[in-house]
């Protein structure tokens, strides 16, 4: 049964920086490149960063340069390092495993973890 539980969010204020963690469970996470999707009221989920199975990263133009992915094989866990944050990164956070289309692999979710960016 594959469980997804991310953690780390808050309310932070513009141009600070928070540490989101994904515990992931019942899958192969070592077989699996992982990705950080972000989601806002109304709109659909967008992946914003995602790491390879080798440990590859790429980023979604809109966090390039502020966000950094990375991975933990042993632990099981996807981290996702957040700083310079703006109000536009104010969404709820999930991780889920890819497909090699890029879209999650699965279609359970976490409940996700709140980012607010505000003064």
């Known amino acids: 049964q594959v469980q997804l539980v991310e953690s780390g969010g808050g309310l932070v204020q513009p141009g600070g920086s928070l540490r989101l963690s994904c515990a992931a469970s019942g899958f192969i996470f070592s077989g699996y490149a992982m990705g950080w999707f972000r989601q806002t009221p109304g709109k659909q989920r967008q992946l914003v960063a995602h790491?390879?199975?080798?440990?590859?990263?790429d980023y979604a133009d809109s966090v390039k340069g502020r966000f950094t992915i990375s991975r933990d094989n042993i632990k099981r866990t996807v981290l996702l390092q957040m700083s310079s944050l703006k109000p536009e990164d104010t969404a709820v956070y999930y991780c889920?495993?890819?497909?090699?289309?890029?879209?999650?692999?699965?279609?359970?979710w976490g409940q996700g973890t709140q980012v607010t960016v505000s003064s």
């Open positions: 889920n495993a890819l497909s090699s289309d890029y879209e999650a692999r699965w279609d359970y």
């Open positions: 790491i390879g199975k080798g440990g590859s990263t």
